[in-house]
């Protein structure tokens, strides 16, 4: 098995002496830091390869931290890396406008090593987890997806897939249909959220009520049910 290689993070800053200082602490770290002194190189950097992580200054000469922030969101590639701000400028207002701009920590200058390498271990783990719920969704989502056409195909072979309503009459709201709906593509909940501009959380409690209308207690067992009854558009 071979070693996990450590994680590579980008530092712009225009100030030499901070930004050999910030590298030596990090690489002292275990991290392998690749360096910037303004944001134009900076961005030419993330071009060739995309760091885990990008530590920047604010007040920089042509193309300040805000703009390069911004310049990063607006780009589908760099939207959810993390992003920490390293600046003198601690003012209230100056620290608002840097989370709204889009960063995800904010340290003033001058700050403690220690804080910065555990905000980097911190949103790197954090970034890890995300990814590896995406993998899981996405696995999970595969699945029920083949569960799903599996049934849909012996329903089929059965020719049962136009068959009449159940004589037990189930009355569904607009908004369960829709979800069962989606719910009978294969689609998980956060999906399902995504599509219908909601929250998981309520996609969970229409799910939920679907499966106590239907006396079901699992996905497949209601796009089962859903599909021999006529229940799905």
Known sequence: MTEQEPPKLLLVDD???LREAVE???EDEGFIVEVASNAQQGWELMQQETPMLV???IMMPEVNGYQFLEQLRSDPRFKSLPVIFLTAKGMT???IKGYETGCDAYLSKPFDPDELVAIVKNLLSRRETSHEGD???HSELSAISQQIAEIKTLLGQQGQSKTTPSPIKIDLTPREQSILN???EGLMNKEIA???DTSVRNVEKYVSRLFSKTG???RTELVRFALQHGLTE
């Open 93 to 95: 207002a100056d620290r």
């Open 135 to 137: 993998s899981e969704d």
């Open 216 to 218: 079901t207690n699992s």
């Open 55 to 57: 530590i920047t200054d």
């Open 24 to 26: 030596a602490y990090l």
């Open 182 to 184: 989606l719910v009978a």
């Open 194 to 196: 995504r599509r219908l």
């Open 15 to 17: 100030e030499p002496g």
